[in-house]
């Protein structure tokens, strides 16, 4: 009898849960900021997003609700270091709506004029109960154009208000599609009163920068001819009045698009990622996972992969699309997850790929380092590198973290031309 | 948060009655626990069980006819609009998986191995399931016309991996019937011989409903009630 038992007891000693091989652990070095020689630390207190112009040398960041200025400029040297006198802007928002705070979501740079866009948004009201009409809608512009060619940056138009764009949300940015010919904007809203749901729109621009008038192009013409920047500075004043007089007469710019309510992007944050593909083809984060949205396709118009999380919290994704590989790189924000997702024409393929985290993930989508073949994204103090092959694929060896001590990491982007990561810092290091 | 595997008590066994005995003197069960752990280790280990589960698996896809170029076509939940939230199971449709095995170590026999998976919804009266071993690779792209797309594209012999042997194996390795939704157990001890003896290539299964007006609904593994919930327990032992 005790043989028997010795047996049996062996045996359930023998019953092992090996470490998943498709979920992969990354072997993590931390490496000292000497060392990562590419890496630079932007003065950026309360950041929550950055953004860099290969073309434009300028670096921008975008605050938190609680920062005096909503965006901070920085002009680069040559070897993509912040240079001189940091510039200072507050976005326009209307005094009625004070003391709500607003901040900015997203940053984007035109990438051949000095034009810099920007997708901010103003806290919810705090009235209880709220107003079933938010005073926002009224006024509250959610798409800001600067042209960083003047003097001091000058707001030249701005557009994107009213009930159909959401207020008070946490995460979206826009994107441009590969010849900027589309301006993509996240948390598009539905419903009257109550939020019945969110989605993504199109703004279709002129080769100027600004949103076009009158009928989108026929989705197989090739995009109109880049305008150099002098050009479209002239041309601008006449344009912007074109536009605003469009805008009083209640006429739609930008030949504005937007997808329709769905599953996809039922709830908020709709678009914390963009990766444009084609015309009204897309990957976008929705509400609980990757959205294909396919406006050309009968049969299959929206397909949502559900990222594979053991949910303790309900979770929300965030991601970046490689701008070569079919690859989408996602995180689960607060979860120490990182997915990587390969796809066919913008359809997902196979089982994704999960890379476990030393830390959880913060609210911004991860970035792609192309020349050094990582991904990387920001969480607790820390910010963290994980190395890919030339498929994509995620790997064990290479990864690496990035201290930056006493902050969330959220601010963040990468320069391909300089091959420069700009982590934004609360204060500079010694 | 920490990430946790979420229970299942699928694979658990209780231990055999009799291994602890009731201790009638306060050292009584120490040396039982002592004198077995001796024998333990003058004891060489005889079997060794090991659980796969679909997070292990780099090759999983769902194809539908209905759709035909999607990889995961799981579950309309609006017109046009598809999720990965459930496997809808129904004729002209399959779930894919491979798990790889390859890390039973070499010199070993194959004792036993079963697949677990829950079914959570099922169409009236018994259902069938077939479950079939997968000829030749499939990949990147995988979906119901292709069995890859990348690098270059390769057609099934017949779409939805219906070929006889040429896409699928000839006869089903098991026809699980199911009275009801629930946890199902499939014995698939000798198709995990013929791959782990090289026999045949290790391509995975494919499960099937293929009577008509069939359905049954299992569990996802791209989504939390059924992750991990795919389970392949092999044991194993030294011939």
Not at chain 1, 160 to 186: E, M, N, Q, T
Not at chain 1, 207 to 220: C, F, N, Q, S, T
Not at chain 1, 334 to 349: N, S
Not at chain 2, 89 to 94: D, I, L, M, V
């Amino acid at each position: 009898m005790v043989r028997i038992a010795m047996a049996a007891f062996s045996a359930s000693l023998a019953t092992a849960f090996l470490a998943p091989a498709a979920d992969i652990a990354p072997r993590f070095t931390n490496v000292e900021p000497p060392k990562a020689e590419y890496l630079v630390h932007v003065l950026a207190p309360q950041a929550r997003c950055l953004a860099v112009s290969d073309t434009l040398g300028w670096i921008a960041a975008g605050h938190k609700a609680a920062h005096p200025a909503q965006i901070t400029l920085y002009k680069l040297d040559p070897q993509g270091k912040p240079t001189g006198a940091p510039i200072a802007i507050k976005t326009p928002v209307p005094a009625y709506l004070t003391p709500r705070n607003h901040y900015v979501l997203g940053l984007l740079f035109h990438p051949r004029l000095p034009l810099l866009y920007v997708w901010q948004d103003v806290e919810a009201s705090k009235a209880d109960p709220p107003p079933p009409e938010d005073p926002a809608w009224k006024e509250f512009d959610h798409l800001l154009i600067y042209n960083l060619a003047a003097t001091v940056p000058e707001l030249v138009f701005a557009t994107a208000r009213g009930k159909g764009f959401c207020i008070g949300v946490g995460a979206g940015g826009p994107a441009f599609d590969a010849d900027a010919s589309r301006l993509y904007v996240p948390n598009l809203r539905f419903g009257d009163k109550v939020l019945d749901g969110s989605g993504i729109g199109i703004y279709h621009l002129e080769p100027d920068g600004l949103p076009m008038l009158g009928e989108a192009p026929a989705a197989d013409k090739p995009p109109a001819s880049p305008v150099d920047a002098q050009k479209a500075a002239a041309d601008r004043p006449a344009r912007v009045a074109a536009l605003r007089a469009a805008l009083a007469a209640n006429k739609p710019i930008g030949a504005f698009w937007y997808t329709p309510i769905n599953y996809g992007f039922y709830a908020i944050p709709s678009g914390a990622g963009i990766h444009p593909l084609g015309p009204k083809l897309f990957i976008a984060q929705g509400t609980i996972g990757i959205v294909t949205w396919d406006e050309g396709s009968r049969r299959v118009r929206t397909h949502v992969l559900l990222m594979p999380t053991n949910m303790q919290a309900y979770y929300v994704t965030r991601l970046v699309g490689h701008p070569v590989l079919p690859v989408i790189f996602s995180t689960a924000a607060g979860y120490e997850f990182l997915y990587r997702v390969e796809h066919i024409d913008g359809q997902p393929t196979l089982a994704p790929q999960v890379a476990r985290l030393p830390k959880y993930t913060v609210n911004a989508p991860p970035i792609v380092l192309t020349r050094r073949k990582l991904v990387g994204v920001g969480g607790p103090g820390v910010f963290m590198l994980v190395a890919f092959d030339a498929n994509g694929k995620l790997k064990e060896e290479g990864a690496l973290t990035l201290d930056v001590p006493g902050q969330e990491v959220d601010g963040y982007a990468y320069s391909e031309k300089l091959d420069r990561l700009y982590l934004a810092v609360e204060k500079l290091p010694k | 948060m920490t990430w946790t595997r979420p229970d299942s008590n699928w694979h658990e066994r209780p231990l055999p009655r009799g291994l602890f005995p009731r201790a009638r003197h306060p050292l009584s069960g120490a040396l039982v626990g002592i004198a077995l752990s001796l024998a333990i280790l003058a004891t060489p280990l005889q079997a060794r069980t090991i659980i796969l589960t679909d997070e292990d698996c780099e090759k999983m896809a769902f194809i539908s006819a209905e759709v035909p170029t999607l990889g995961w076509a799981c579950y309309e939940i609006a017109t046009a609009t598809f999720t990965t939230s459930v496997l809808e199971c129904a004729p002209n449709k399959a779930f894919l998986i491979r798990y790889p095995i390859d890390r039973i170590p070499a010199g070993q026999k194959i004792v036993k191995a079963e697949l677990g998976f829950t079914t959570t919804l099922q169409g009236a009266g018994a259902q069938r399931l077939h479950l079939r071993r997968i000829v030749g690779e499939w990949g990147v792209g995988v979906c119901w016309l292709y069995r890859s797309q990348r690098p270059k594209k390769v057609e099934w012999t017949q779409a939805g991996a219906r070929g006889v042997s040429t896409d699928r194996a000839t006869r089903p390795s098991s026809i699980i019937r199911s009275a009801a939704a629930g946890d199902k157990v499939v014995n698939v001890t000798e198709d995990v011989e013929l791959w782990y003896t090289g026999a045949t290539p290790n391509q995975g299964w494919m499960l099937t409903v293929e009577d008509q007006d069939g359905y049954i609904r299992l569990n996802s593994p791209l989504w939390p009630p059924g992750r991990s919930n795919w389970k392949l327990r092999i044991t194993y032992e030294p011939e």
